[in-house]
């Protein structure tokens, strides 16, 4: 396994178009988040995806954003109607769930990230 | 809320030791992260700390004090490799990460 990798790594679209993004997390891994990551700013949650379930999504993702894991392995991003707001880097991220009871932490894995450009 | 301070900037010179500060404000966490980010790059885990004290991994050490609030990444022997954005966060449930904006470490000969 070579890791998270997210597809394209850059994507340049006009205001108004939609455009959807794919990440492929590790593959024994459960979890599986998006973030959203702008200059000089650390990366900021936006939904978690355990198996196929979206169990949470941050306030920042407004309708036109939709994500989806439809059989618990790779997911997609999608923004729809895009603005010159959502310029930004979108980071996939990966990890597994602890052994043991309980909720335990496991580190988490990034992808390269996708880079939207909205013109 | 769950405010992680950082600087923003730091310099240090090779071969030397390098501290970078978090301080945080939040009702609860499951464990403090650090992250290296080059420009550019994915983060990439460097260290993970769930109870006060020191953990050190080669040459980088992540120090948590709940009580205080208060983390710090320690980084000795500098290279020049070492130069990027040094990324702290909180984990809360499900493991998500809240970062901070982030340290960028400019490491000179």
């Known amino acids: 396994d070579t890791g998270v990798s997210q597809d394209p790594r850059h994507k340049i679209t006009k205001r108004g178009q939609n455009v959807t993004f794919r990440c492929d997390p590790i593959s024994e891994h459960n979890r599986l988040y998006w973030y959203r990551q702008t200059l000089g700013q650390g990366p900021e949650f936006l939904t978690y995806?355990?198996?196929?379930?979206?169990?949470?999504k941050s306030r920042l993702l407004s309708d036109r954003f939709s994500a989806e894991r439809p059989k618990g392995s790779f997911s997609t991003l999608e923004i729809q109607r895009t603005e010159q707001g959502d310029s930004a880097m979108y980071l996939c991220?990966?990890?597994?769930?602890?052994?043991?009871?309980?909720?335990?932490?496991?580190?988490?894995?990034f992808g390269q990230g996708t880079r939207l450009t909205v013109v | 809320g769950q405010n992680i301070d950082q600087p923003t900037e730091m310099t240090a010179t090779e071969g030397a030791i390098v501290q970078i500060n978090c301080t945080y404000q939040t009702s609860g966490f499951n464990g403090l992260f650090w992250y290296q980010q080059h420009a550019g790059e994915a983060p990439t885990f460097l260290s993970y700390n769930v109870l006060d004290g020191l953990e050190e991994k080669g040459r980088f050490s992540s120090f948590l004090s709940r009580s205080k609030g208060y983390s710090y990444l320690l980084l000795k022997e500098l290279q020049m490799k070492d130069s990027a954005s040094y990324l702290c966060a909180l984990s809360g449930g499900y493991n998500k990460l809240i970062f901070g904006a982030g340290t960028r470490l400019a490491v000179h000969p």
């Open positions: 991220a990966s990890s597994s769930r602890g052994s043991g009871g309980g909720q335990s932490n496991t580190e988490a894995f």
């Open positions: 995806f355990q198996n196929e379930a979206q169990l949470e």
